[in-house]
């Protein structure tokens, strides 16, 4: 079987990990994985350095489209894909999240019926003015194979009129299942190596553990400079009061999107030592920071997540999130962009515990989704012969 995959964005890199390896590992011999980026994050702190620390195989094709605007962009990234879509012909095109390289590579091959795959599938803000909203459902309508991390994920997919089915699957009769978290694998199985692989937190003093991390890149915060001011008024003034720093690995859309704040601003952010700007960092030395702070606040989907998975309350910078569970287990707290509730919810989560039940799967998603491509495979083939022997008689 050949499966190709896309991959554009750091998170999509990132959770492809985990399929490579398990095809690596249990499907060697049954599983052809060409590998295609999109080339839509390119810097190198945001794309090669996964590649070199996690063992994903270099890619097959790279587009590089780079950055542009919604309509751009992705028109590019389909022109693309098509075209390497109709040299390849692979039997599953494997998609992953909401980006935009998701969605361009549903585009693609929903027109030309390559069966796609969807992981991450089922995932609901209800929000639509968010691209990554727009990307997601329409993905999961083109797809062939559905797999939803998170129980909420199926039943929004049944919720939307998709059915339990038997096999064979095909576009008009998708096939949907509850499998867990790729990016859960991802942290189990890297977990360990972090603090024995990377030296990020002797470099940045933090061997203390006391500090928090933080990440912000949605473009609803960045685009927005009240809000990105208010963002960053109460990260000053947490790391005033609490005395505690504040890490932040800065996406490069959030350092674009800094020059707009006030310059008296930007000042004190750049006077304040307990607020530690640095560059994105490798997927090991995240995890090690994730794993050694006191708190997580964030806007990230995947930093949510692993905040969850490395037992951190976290604080998460929007109005609404499609990782409930984190919510509704009282381990996160939604603050929109507001500096009040910001600190608020510091004063309620920093230095408590909490209990994180396992709801992520148990660390083979990966393995599980190779297995179902194999058996739709399968039951695909089989049924196509029974068709030809019917024609045959
Ligand atoms: C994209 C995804 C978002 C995801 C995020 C992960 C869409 C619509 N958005 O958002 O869902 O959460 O990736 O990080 O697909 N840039 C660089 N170097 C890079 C990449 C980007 O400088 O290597 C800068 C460019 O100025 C670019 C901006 O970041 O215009 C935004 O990049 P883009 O990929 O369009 O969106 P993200 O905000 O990264
Ligand atoms: N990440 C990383 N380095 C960083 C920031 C994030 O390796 O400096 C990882 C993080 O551990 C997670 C993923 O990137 O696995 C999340 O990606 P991002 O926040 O860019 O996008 P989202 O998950 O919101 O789509």
Request: hydrophobic content about 30%; overall charge negative.
């Given at each position: 079987m050949k499966i190709l995959t896309i991959i554009g964005a750091r998170p999509q890199i990132i959770k492809a990990a985990a399929l490579s390896r398990a095809i690596k590992k249990h499907f060697i011999a049954s599983i052809q994985e060409v590998i295609v980026h999109t080339g839509q994050h390119y810097d190198t702190n945001m794309s090669q350095v996964f590649f070199d620390e996690m063992g994903i195989p270099e890619p097959n094709y790279n587009l590089e489209v780079g950055s542009a605007s919604h309509g751009l962009q992705t028109a590019q990234m389909i022109s693309g894909i098509e075209e390497i879509l109709e040299i390849e012909k692979p039997d599953y095109i494997i998609l992953y999240g909401d980006t935009n390289s998701t969605l361009a590579g549903a585009i693609a091959a929903s027109k030309i019926h390559i069966s796609i795959v969807h992981i991450e599938a089922g995932l609901r803000s209800f929000n639509k003015r968010m691209p990554e909203e727009v990307n997601r459902i329409l993905c999961d309508h083109v797809s062939t194979l559905l797999f939803t991390p998170t129980k909420t994920g199926y039943q929004n997919l049944l919720n939307e009129g998709f059915k339990e089915n038997e096999g064979?699957?095909?576009?008009?009769?998708p096939g949907i299942f509850h499998c867990g978290d790729v990016m859960y694998d991802n942290s189990l199985f890297f977990a360990d190596m972090a603090e024995e692989k990377t030296s990020i937190l002797s470099e940045l003093n933090l061997t203390n553990k006391h500090f928090i991390l933080a990440t912000i890149h949605r473009d609803h915060n960045t685009d927005n400079p009240l809000r990105l001011q208010d963002i960053f008024e109460a990260l000053l003034e947490i790391a005033l009061e609490k005395k505690i720093k504040v890490v932040l690995p800065l996406h490069p859309r959030t350092k674009k999107k800094m020059?707009?704040?006030p310059s008296e601003l930007k000042e004190r952010v750049n006077a304040n030592t307990n607020i530690q700007i640095i560059q994105p960092v490798s997927f090991l030395e995240m995890i090690a920071l994730e794993k050694n702070a006191q708190l997580i606040i964030t806007d990230s989907g995947g930093v949510q997540k692993e905040a969850y998975y490395f037992h951190k309350p976290c604080i998460i910078?929007?109005?609404?999130?499609?990782?409930v569970e984190i919510i509704e287990a009282g381990t996160g707290i939604l603050v929109d962009a507001e500096k009040k509730k910001i600190k608020e919810a510091v004063n309620l989560l920093l230095y408590q515990t909490f209990e994180f039940p396992s709801i992520y799967g148990d660390g083979h998603a990966a393995e599980f989704i190779c297995q179902k491509l194999l058996d739709n495979q399968k039951k695909n083939q089989k049924s196509i012969k029974k068709k030809s022997d019917v024609f045959a008689v």
């Open positions: 064979p699957f095909t576009v008009d009769k020059e707009t704040l910078l929007r109005p609404e999130t499609e990782w």
